[in-house]
């Protein structure tokens, strides 16, 4: 579900007070202008590296050492003395990385990497004030935290398990050499995106800093059929300036309709006591809206900072444009235009889900829905508004499934019977996903509470009846647990 960007736009910090007249000019928080600043300054040190620190100039160790200097600076400038947490952790996770035994590495750093990120979630709300973000230093914790498990996920594939017992995505992502401390410092720590994120693979990265990244990206495409004597040279230029116009608008989008529709409204007497039902229900999508612009802000921004250094390239699409996207959060578009819960999620805190899914969902044995949600859950911390949502998230997923599953085929005989599907589904999925990440956004229990009794807890009445009432099928064409190479080899001697 909605995932809080690491050090976004609702963060105060203890670190750098240098801007702080810049802030009460302009009147916005210290920590916003600090994270700001920090992501701008990126920026520009991204564009530097590319261009003066690129692979055919220098070598690894040193492209290694600059991004590993200036992250941990600017987790310093940040979050002041509370980046010793994120120090504690990587060197923690480090020692497990070359002590454990492959077999049980992934669980080892799973366990402490996640254990040490909820103490530091509880800690920071019950030794400080209960619902105030104060010193939020878990952001650069909680991206560490997925890189770390993916890391040593992927060594576990690549060192602790057969390959025929692998999917094709865990063969092509299995790291087969552990990472010398240079190598995991800079993975866990780089500069583009220690702060914001986001998580990436350890495979694309060391590619990245070898000069490998893009070459690789390119082979996949038979360039000669399409005119070229030589592979082409794509430059994020293009990428990068379009992704700052957007961010450009978000933060336009922040500072104006956030600012107008704060969360505050839905836990107002008139909202409560005195509106409809139906003007609670356009309330409620609205500003759920407002509360969007400051993740599109921190996540474009962050992406168009790595794609700024010269990472982030996945391929040429079908028209043959370069595509800058492979460590893209979002897709804006697919998200506001959304049909279905699943459609959604896939397209909101992408890198997260797709984390969620390697750890998680393609690893459980049983109730992997329910595990990867309570997974997603404890990683965002512990304000129970995280948790309402979640749960709430379940069931409402279950129950879209079950509807889509039932209900879909009768629409697919004609175009306009499926755009009136559509527009139907449209409208239940942004009304659903609103209802279901507000307790997220409002964190303690009575606000949320409050919320739901004034909305009649109609969503979760509707979703329950759905599943006690409607036959449960199966997915079409969709299996959960991934293809091995073994299942493949079986499948063709048959």
């Not at 801007?19 to 009147?27: D, K």
């Amino acid at each position: 579900m909605a995932a809080e960007p690491p050090s976004s736009l609702s963060y105060r910090t203890t670190g750098s007070t240098c801007l702080h007249p810049l802030s009460e000019l302009l009147g916005i928080p210290l920590d916003q202008v600090n994270f700001v600043a920090c992501q701008v300054f990126a920026l520009f040190a991204a564009l530097w590296f590319r261009i003066y620190l690129s692979p055919g100039k220098t070598s690894p160790n040193v492209r290694h050492a600059f991004v590993t200097i200036f992250g941990i600076y600017f987790v310093i400038f940040c979050f002041g003395w509370y980046s010793i947490h994120l120090f504690v952790l990587v060197l923690m996770c480090y020692g497990i990385m070359v002590t454990a035994n492959v077999s049980s590495i992934h669980r080892y750093s799973f366990f402490v990497a996640m254990g040490y990120l909820t103490i530091c979630h509880i800690s920071r709300i019950y030794i400080f004030h209960y619902g105030i973000l104060t010193t939020d230093f878990s952001g650069p914790l909680m991206i560490v935290t997925q890189k770390i498990t993916t890391l040593a996920f992927q060594v576990h594939d690549g060192l602790g398990r057969r390959a025929e017992d692998l999917s094709a995505e865990q063969h092509r992502l299995a790291v087969k050499v552990k990472p010398s401390f240079l190598e995991y410092l800079s993975y866990l720590l780089n500069f583009m995106s220690v702060i914001a994120g986001p998580c990436n693979n350890f495979k694309d990265y060391i590619a990245f800093i070898e000069g490998r990244h893009i070459h690789t990206k390119l082979l996949e495409v038979n360039w000669k059929q399409r005119g070229f004597h030589s592979l082409p040279e794509p430059s994020p230029t293009r990428a990068v300036i379009r992704k700052l116009c957007m961010t450009l608008v978000s933060l336009l989008l922040f500072l104006t309709l956030t600012k107008s529709f704060p969360v505050t409204c839905l836990v107002d007497d008139w909202f409560v006591h005195k509106a409809n039902f139906l003007t609670r229900l356009c309330y409620l999508y609205i500003v759920m809206q407002a509360s969007k612009p400051k993740y599109y802000f921190a996540w474009t921004l962050a992406d168009a900072v790595n794609n700024a250094a010269g990472f982030g390239f996945s391929g040429v699409d079908k028209n043959g444009n370069f595509c800058w996207d492979l460590l893209s959060n979002l897709n804006i578009w697919k998200i506001e235009t959304a049909t279905s819960f699943k459609m959604y999620l896939e397209n909101w805190n992408i890198q997260t889900a797709t984390w969620l899914k390697r750890v998680c969902y393609e690893r459980v044995p049983w109730y992997p829905t329910v595990l990867t949600f309570v997974l997603s859950a404890l990683w965002h911390g512990v304000y129970p508004g995280y948790y309402f949502t979640f749960l709430t998230g379940i069931l409402i997923t279950v129950a879209s499934r079950t509807v889509r599953n039932n209900y879909r085929c009768y629409f697919l005989s004609s175009k306009a019977l499926k755009v009136v599907y559509d527009v139907v589904t449209w409208a239940a999925t942004q009304l659903a996903v609103s209802y279901t990440v507000a307790p997220f956004v409002m964190l303690a229990v009575e606000p949320t509470i409050s919320l739901y009794k004034s909305m009649y807890f109609y969503l979760h009445i509707i979703s329950l009846l759905i599943i006690l009432f409607l036959p449960i099928k199966p997915h079409a064409h969709i299996q959960r647990q991934p293809q091995t190479l073994n299942s493949v080899n079986k499948k063709k001697k048959d």
